[in-house]
């Protein structure tokens, strides 16, 4: 085994030695805690590149690499529960990919929260939560991604509620948790069912593992109620605590609110890395997703029931934020939106195309999303504190390299053709959903997604860069001068730059003609073939796509650039077009208010029943058997009191009064004792007598 | 004269000496009534020695050589305590002599 | 029954009797003389020669006047103070006719009673000084001890104590 298979634990552990550290440090030393933090996921980042490049050199010859490496974990009963992690492409890519995002990040932070009194607890959260994704990705045993999934949703809540302070905060963070909670158990019970199943929890063990053919094909055939698979069943399990960490419709819910966490926390959690565990658990059990009966026997991939489950809700979830997102006004709320979308889009990705094509556009993804967040970070760090779209305005002219970046995140967003990575990888999409067997709606689902993306994009844009600037329209919350927005510290702005140039060339290692990351993560030959643009609709599905983008940046264009917003109070334009429509995107679809009426009134019911119940059922169990006790005591007590002790007394008493009686016969005189003498004298000649006689 | 007869006026005086030393007050009269007693023990020894198996023993004589003697003795230790008491208590009376009642 | 036998046994009685039912306590005294003085006699009658003058002297001669110097050293209170009848009379009376049936009840109840009668043994003094002196000398030290130590004791007791003023 190789030395970095055998030490690929090293990658997340040293995040969370780094946390454990920064935990007993002092507040005051920040140096001492952002380097340990920084230095860390440094070093895990280099020993994901040479991870990388180990399995690069292993695939590049078009075979499938896939190493391992196990331990025995828990004992039950008399079996072993094993835990490992592995490495094959995905784990590589996913690795270097959180790595080297967490590092940019890590570096902004320092600026973004200089001025934050709990720095040091910060980095301390932001490390553990680094170490305990990396767990996730290098997993090879379902429990131990599980323990370290729970592990990320524990740190999210942590860093969401950083500023536990603010009710809305801490709200928000239980809301995060509560609702990937939900997800959780069902995932829960698709693990326990699993492991019953197959006997392992293992993904691979050289063939023994569960999701390897083996263990598949017995999966496949056993039915359970409703006439579906057993592999089916399980893979909607798991995919429904996938698609609670990856905010898919009906749990998306905690996704927007998460946002009163600091902005680093967004870009990091909530853009990047978590939401993406989701994603990436789909990819993980992809063959258990995608087991049917002709693929274990003959090779070829068909439409399975949960992968139709997995693109529907994909579909719906990408349309469904898109289009809420057109009418908020929190920089930060449009960008979770977005980010809710675009997981969408992953696992419509996952669903149609395979593992590689949801993969690619999870990578790219990533950075510009990361980039985007930073980016707004940045704004709002630069505009004191506001994160109203209505209250920003001409932030181009003070703010010129967070505009250029952030433009470019923008496009790599919309999909831009060519130059951006984003492009590519919606395209993968597209052309996945183009030839979907079963149905064409995803795919027109996923054309009008990428209009309502380039136009609330081009929206935010608008308000946020261009125009006059209304921050100080209503001074009535501020200190009374002028604020004037500054650019952010180059500690700041050095990642958005390193990023931007990331989402743009990330693109050209996946294009058809040279799609070196499919390739690796599939195990195939990389080439490079400019003839695969010819292939089955490649062309036409591109120039659909890039018909909607362009309509989306004109209509965004038209309806806000075109004449600058100069007042911060004037309703949207949409609003004055639609206003019924615009309320009730603006308002989320009201989900939040269908929860709260039915879910969390149920959930209210029947915590006061437990209460209730606690109180007077099991409290007066308790009760009685303490009042039964203490009954039992004061009989003691009085049987003690009146029997023992009276008996006693009364003994006692006895004893005394005997004797009182006796002790006259002590008269003191010795005539009295004389008599005495004599009566014992006949009794005892009468003893005699009679005793000899007899 | 058999022995019985001898026996019987033995217990006779027995129960005449405690007779009196039950009923008289006077401490000296009690001890007198305990002399009377011993001497009817006497008289019992004598009347058995007369009468016995084996007079030639000499048993019954001797016991009551002993048996005067230590009445003797006796009588003189009595008496002188009885002399010492009545310094104290400044009477005979047996009935105030009660000190030791308890 | 012979005659010197019943009159020698109705002067011990008497004198028993009287000795315990005298006022004057010098009364009973002599009283009691004399029933030392019908033992002696019977013990003479029985052929204890010895015993009997031991008797008249020891009995007669030291008990009976040690008593009556006891009484006259004694004598603080008239006799007539005492009362006539003793409180506790009826339950002294029932314990001493209870112990004399007893007594007597043993006596003939027992086989002793039909012995048969014996000749009078003829007994010397030398005999008496002979079995004192050889089988008995223990007993007669120890007599001579106890003797000694009555003597002792009975001076300490009686001595008038000074110092306890």
Same mark, same amino acid.
């Given at each position: 085994?190789?030395?970095?298979?055998?030490?690929?634990? !090293?990658?997340?552990?040293?995040?969370?030695?780094?946390?454990?550290?920064?935990?007993?440090?002092?507040?005051?030393?920040?140096? /001492?805690?952002?380097?340990?933090?920084?230095?860390?996921?440094?070093?895990? #980042?280099?020993? =994901?590149?040479?991870?990388?490049?180990?399995?690069?050199?292993?695939?590049?010859?078009? %075979?499938?690499?896939?190493?391992?490496?196990?331990?025995?974990?828990?004992?039950?009963?008399?079996?072993?529960?094993?835990?490992?992690? &592995?490495?094959?492409?995905?784990?590589? &890519?996913?690795?270097?990919?959180?790595?080297?995002?967490?590092? !940019?990040?890590?570096?902004?932070?320092?600026?973004?929260?200089?001025?934050?009194?709990?720095?040091?607890?910060?980095?301390?959260?932001?490390?553990? #939560?680094?170490?305990?994704?990396?767990?996730?990705?290098?997993?090879?045993?379902?429990?131990?991604?599980?323990?370290?999934?729970?592990?990320?949703?524990? %740190?999210?809540?942590?860093?969401?509620?950083?500023?536990?302070?603010?009710?809305?905060?801490?709200?928000?963070?239980?809301? $995060?948790?509560?609702?990937?909670?939900?997800?959780?158990?069902?995932?829960?019970?698709?693990?326990?069912?699993?492991?019953?199943?197959?006997?392992?929890?293992?993904?691979?063990?050289?063939?023994?593992?569960?999701?390897?053919?083996? *263990?598949?094909?017995?999966?496949?055939?056993?039915?359970?109620?409703?006439?579906?698979?057993?592999?089916?069943?399980?893979?909607?399990?798991?995919?429904?605590?996938?698609?609670?960490?990856?905010?898919?419709?009906?749990?998306?819910?905690?996704?927007?609110?998460?946002?009163?966490?600091?902005?680093?926390?967004?870009?990091?959690?909530?853009? *990047?890395?978590?939401?993406?565990?989701?994603?990436?658990?789909?990819?993980?059990?992809?063959?258990?997703?995608? +087991?049917?009966?002709?693929?274990?026997? =003959?090779?070829?991939?068909?439409?399975? %029931?949960?992968?139709?489950?997995?693109?529907?809700?994909?579909?719906?979830?990408?349309?469904?934020?898109?289009?809420?997102?057109?009418?908020?006004?929190?920089?930060?709320?449009?960008?979770?939106?977005?980010? @809710?979308?675009?997981?969408?889009?992953?696992?419509?990705?996952?669903?149609?195309?395979?593992?590689?094509?949801?993969?690619?556009?999870?990578?790219?993804? +990533?950075?510009?999303?990361?980039?985007?967040?930073?980016?707004?970070?940045?704004?709002?760090?630069?505009?004191?504190?506001?994160?109203?779209?209505?209250?920003?305005?001409?932030?181009?002219?003070?703010?010129?390299?967070?505009?250029?970046?952030?433009?470019?995140?923008?496009?790599?967003?919309?999909?831009?053709?060519?130059?951006?990575?984003?492009?590519?990888?919606?395209?993968?999409?597209?052309?996945?959903?183009?030839?979907?067997? @079963?149905?064409?709606?995803?795919?027109?689902?996923?054309?009008?997604?990428?209009?309502?993306?380039?136009?609330?994009?081009?929206?935010?844009?608008?308000?946020?860069?261009?125009?006059?600037?209304?921050?100080?329209?209503?001074?009535?919350?501020?200190?009374?001068?002028?604020?004037?927005?500054?650019?952010?510290?180059?500690?700041?702005?050095?990642?958005?730059?390193?990023?931007?140039?990331?989402?743009?060339?990330?693109? #050209?290692?996946g294009t058809p003609a040279w799609h070196v990351f499919h390739a690796f993560v599939s195990g195939e030959r990389i080439s490079v073939d400019f003839g695969r643009f010819g292939e089955n609709g490649i062309l036409p599905v591109m120039l659909a796509s890039t018909v909607m983008v362009f309509l989306g940046l004109g209509l965004g264009w038209w309806l806000y650039g075109r004449k600058p917003i100069v007042n911060a109070d004037a309703p949207d334009v949409l609003a004055t077009i639609q206003p019924q429509m615009f309320r009730v995107l603006q308002n989320k679809f009201y989900i939040d208010e269908l929860y709260e009426a039915t879910i969390i009134r149920w959930n209210e019911f029947a915590a006061n029943m437990s209460?209730?119940?606690?109180? /007077?059922?099991?409290?007066?169990?308790?009760? =009685?058997?303490?009042?039964?006790?203490?009954?039992?005591?004061?009989?003691?007590?009085?049987?003690?009191?009146?029997?023992?002790?009276?008996?006693?007394?009364?003994?006692?008493?006895?004893?005394?009064?005997?004797?009182?009686?006796?002790?006259?016969?002590?008269?003191?005189?010795?005539?009295?004792?004389?008599?005495?003498?004599?009566?014992?004298?006949?009794?005892?000649?009468?003893?005699?007598?009679?005793?000899?006689?007899? | 004269?058999?022995?019985?007869? /001898?026996?019987?006026?033995?217990?006779?005086?027995?129960?005449?000496?405690?007779?009196?030393?039950?009923?008289?007050?006077?401490?000296?009269?009690?001890? &007198?009534?305990?002399?009377?007693?011993?001497?009817?023990?006497?008289?019992?020894?004598? +009347?058995?020695?007369?009468?016995?198996?084996?007079?030639?023993?000499?048993?019954?004589?001797?016991?009551?050589?002993?048996?005067?003697?230590?009445?003797?003795?006796?009588?003189?230790?009595?008496?002188?305590?009885?002399?010492?008491?009545?310094?104290?208590?400044?009477?005979?009376?047996l009935d105030h002599i009660d000190s030791m009642k308890g | 029954m012979t005659l010197p036998f019943l009159i020698l046994a109705a002067l011990t009685i008497a004198g028993a009797v009287a000795a315990m039912s005298f006022r004057n306590l010098v009364h009973c005294v002599l009283a009691l003389t004399l029933a030392f003085a019908g033992l002696a006699g019977i013990y003479l009658l029985l052929g204890a020669q010895f015993v009997g003058l031991a008797q008249v002297l020891v009995y007669i001669g030291a008990i009976a006047i040690l008593t009556v110097f006891a009484i006259l050293l004694t004598r603080g209170t008239e006799p007539g103070d005492f009362p006539d009848t003793p409180a506790s009379w009826r339950l002294s =009376?029932?314990? &001493?006719?209870?112990?004399?049936?007893?007594?007597?009840?043993?006596?003939?109840?027992?086989?002793?009673?039909?012995? $048969?009668?014996?000749?009078?043994?003829?007994?010397?003094?030398?005999?008496?000084?002979?079995?004192?002196?050889?089988? /008995?000398?223990?007993?007669?030290?120890?007599?001579?001890?106890?003797?000694?130590?009555?003597?002792?004791?009975?001076?300490?007791?009686?001595?008038?104590?000074?110092?306890?003023?």
């Amino acid at each position: 085994m190789s030395w970095i298979v055998q030490n690929l634990w !090293l990658i997340p552990v040293l995040p969370v030695v780094a946390a454990g550290l920064t935990a007993i440090a002092p507040q005051r030393k920040r140096v /001492y805690a952002c380097s340990l933090a920084i230095g860390s996921m440094v070093l895990s #980042f280099l020993l =994901s590149a040479v991870a990388l490049v180990h399995v690069f050199g292993l695939t590049g010859g078009g %075979t499938e690499s896939r190493e391992l490496f196990k331990f025995r974990g828990f004992q039950l009963g008399s079996e072993w529960l094993q835990l490992g992690w &592995v490495l094959d492409p995905l784990t590589a &890519v996913m690795l270097a990919m959180v790595t080297f995002v967490g590092t !940019l990040i890590f570096i902004y932070s320092v600026g973004y929260m200089a001025h934050d009194e709990n720095f040091t607890r910060f980095f301390c959260f932001l490390s553990l #939560f680094a170490g305990a994704m990396l767990g996730v990705v290098i997993s090879n045993s379902l429990l131990l991604l599980f323990m370290c999934w729970e592990l990320v949703g524990l %740190t999210s809540y942590l860093l969401i509620g950083f500023w536990y302070h603010k009710p809305s905060a801490a709200a928000a963070a239980k809301k $995060a948790f509560i609702t990937t909670r939900i997800g959780d158990m069902a995932f829960l019970i698709g693990m326990v069912w699993l492991y019953a199943q197959s006997g392992t929890l293992l993904f691979y063990n050289g063939g023994a593992g569960c999701m390897e053919h083996s *263990a598949l094909a017995a999966m496949v055939v056993q039915t359970t109620s409703f006439g579906m698979a057993v592999s089916t069943a399980i893979a909607v399990l798991i995919f429904c605590g996938a698609a609670g960490k990856s905010g898919q419709v009906p749990l998306h819910v905690w996704l927007p609110d998460a946002m009163e966490g600091p902005t680093p926390v967004s870009a990091l959690i909530h853009a *990047a890395t978590m939401v993406a565990a989701g994603v990436f658990l789909v990819a993980r059990v992809y063959p258990l997703m995608s +087991a049917s009966p002709l693929l274990l026997s =003959s090779g070829l991939v068909a439409p399975t %029931t949960a992968l139709k489950v997995v693109t529907w809700i994909g579909a719906i979830t990408a349309i469904f934020a898109a289009s809420i997102a057109v009418a908020q006004d929190d920089i930060k709320r449009i960008l979770a939106y977005s980010t @809710v979308s675009q997981l969408g889009y992953m696992m419509l990705g996952l669903g149609v195309g395979g593992v590689a094509v949801g993969m690619f556009h999870l990578i790219t993804h +990533a950075f510009f999303k990361a980039l985007l967040f930073m980016g707004a970070g940045s704004v709002i760090h630069g505009c004191h504190e506001e994160q109203d779209v209505r209250r920003m305005g001409g932030l181009r002219k003070w703010m010129p390299v967070t505009f250029a970046t952030y433009a470019v995140g923008t496009l790599a967003l919309c999909g831009f053709p060519l130059l951006f990575s984003g492009f590519w990888s919606k395209d993968d999409i597209l052309h996945a959903a183009h030839g979907w067997s @079963v149905s064409q709606i995803p795919f027109y689902l996923g054309l009008l997604g990428a209009l309502l993306t380039a136009f609330y994009m081009t929206r935010q844009v608008f308000y946020v860069f261009f125009g006059e600037s209304r921050l100080n329209a209503h001074d009535s919350t501020h200190s009374g001068h002028d604020i004037v927005p500054h650019e952010s510290p180059s500690v700041m702005t050095t990642p958005l730059v390193v990023l931007a140039a990331c989402s743009v060339l990330l693109g #050209f290692i996946g294009t058809p003609a040279w799609h070196v990351f499919h390739a690796f993560v599939s195990g195939e030959r990389i080439s490079v073939d400019f003839g695969r643009f010819g292939e089955n609709g490649i062309l036409p599905v591109m120039l659909a796509s890039t018909v909607m983008v362009f309509l989306g940046l004109g209509l965004g264009w038209w309806l806000y650039g075109r004449k600058p917003i100069v007042n911060a109070d004037a309703p949207d334009v949409l609003a004055t077009i639609q206003p019924q429509m615009f309320r009730v995107l603006q308002n989320k679809f009201y989900i939040d208010e269908l929860y709260e009426a039915t879910i969390i009134r149920w959930n209210e019911f029947a915590a006061n029943m437990s209460a209730w119940l606690d109180q /007077y059922i099991w409290a007066g169990g308790v009760k =009685s058997v303490s009042l039964a006790v203490i009954g039992l005591a004061w009989f003691n007590r009085t049987v003690d009191a009146k029997v023992v002790n009276a008996g006693f007394d009364a003994g006692c008493e006895g004893a005394s009064w005997g004797a009182r009686i006796l002790s006259h016969l002590q008269t003191g005189r010795v005539q009295a004792y004389l008599r005495v003498i004599g009566i014992a004298l006949v009794v005892f000649v009468l003893f005699l007598v009679w005793g000899s006689k007899g | 004269m058999t022995l019985t007869s /001898y026996l019987v006026l033995s217990a006779l005086l027995f129960s005449v000496g405690l007779a009196g030393a039950l009923t008289r007050k006077n401490a000296i009269l009690v001890l &007198v009534g305990i002399e009377l007693m011993l001497n009817a023990a006497n008289l019992n020894f004598i +009347a058995f020695w007369r009468y016995g198996p084996n007079p030639e023993l000499l048993t019954g004589i001797l016991f009551t050589i002993f048996s005067i003697g230590v009445a003797a003795a006796e009588a003189a230790v009595g008496l002188a305590m009885i002399i010492a008491i009545y310094r104290h208590y400044k009477t005979t009376n047996l009935d105030h002599i009660d000190s030791m009642k308890g | 029954m012979t005659l010197p036998f019943l009159i020698l046994a109705a002067l011990t009685i008497a004198g028993a009797v009287a000795a315990m039912s005298f006022r004057n306590l010098v009364h009973c005294v002599l009283a009691l003389t004399l029933a030392f003085a019908g033992l002696a006699g019977i013990y003479l009658l029985l052929g204890a020669q010895f015993v009997g003058l031991a008797q008249v002297l020891v009995y007669i001669g030291a008990i009976a006047i040690l008593t009556v110097f006891a009484i006259l050293l004694t004598r603080g209170t008239e006799p007539g103070d005492f009362p006539d009848t003793p409180a506790s009379w009826r339950l002294s =009376s029932v314990i &001493v006719v209870a112990v004399f049936g007893v007594i007597v009840w043993a006596i003939r109840g027992s086989s002793l009673s039909h012995r $048969a009668l014996t000749p009078k043994p003829q007994v010397s003094v030398k005999q008496i000084g002979e079995a004192l002196m050889g089988q /008995y000398v223990l007993a007669l030290e120890v007599i001579g001890l106890l003797l000694t130590a009555a003597l002792i004791g009975a001076v300490i007791i009686a001595m008038y104590d000074r110092q306890a003023k």
